[in-house]
């Protein structure tokens, strides 16, 4: 017989962080997202959603209780971005090669076949004119863009975004989710971060609601049906 179910693509179990020794971050967090997943993680301000992401990218330490289970080298992470320093005198394709520094090698030069990857990566986020822009020219959902063509010049196969619509207007985040629709059609899995609900349960094929532990997780009817939990947990937004 032939398998059909998808690949698991990140695993996470039994993750738990506290950052003073006595307020955990993160309790007891298991779940699994699947290659082609597209998943929409939400929860108040607090509730450890960024943690989780830098965990899962191996930012920070986890206890050896806790298990992730995924290819960093297949991992690419928009961070938040007023995380970012924007006026960093850096051109867009500059930004998207700095991406490339494992497959080039320290004190090398990119070859023709780098500079290939990022028009190649900057083209699938409907970036071509604008590599020569230096970043801090660009809005701010462009400037988003420019880093999941970071990413996509990484080869990635899952994409963690963090916020990405924070502080864009609704234009942006229109272009921004249109992105992120075609890059999900061609392969490419999502976990992203955001507080909008109403773009979590019409626009991603699951949910992970998160409050220091995991509240629920699955497609949005499972998600929003656990009603007894779910209002609990966003009644502390």
Known sequence: MINTMPDTILSVQHLSIDYDGTTPALNNVSFEICAGDKVAMIGPNGAGKSTLMKAIMGLIPTPRSSKIVVDRHRLGYVPQHQTIDWSFPVTVRDVVIMGLT?????????????????????????????????????????????????????????????????????GAQSDLLQVIDELNQDGLTILLSTHDLTLAFSRFTKVLALNHELVAFGSPDIVSQSSANFLSFYSTN
Not at 118 to 124: I, P, Y
Not at 136 to 161: K, N
């Open 102 to 170: 494992r497959q080039i090698g320290w004190l090398r030069f990119p070859s023709k076949k780098h500079w290939q990857q990022v028009d190649t990566a900057l083209e699938r986020v409907a970036l071509s004119d604008y590599g020569q822009r230096q970043i801090s020219e660009l809005s701010g959902g462009q400037q988003q863009r420019v880093f999941i063509a970071r990413a996509l010049g990484q080869q990635a196969e899952l994409l963690l975004l963090d916020e990405p619509f924070a502080g864009v207007d609704m």
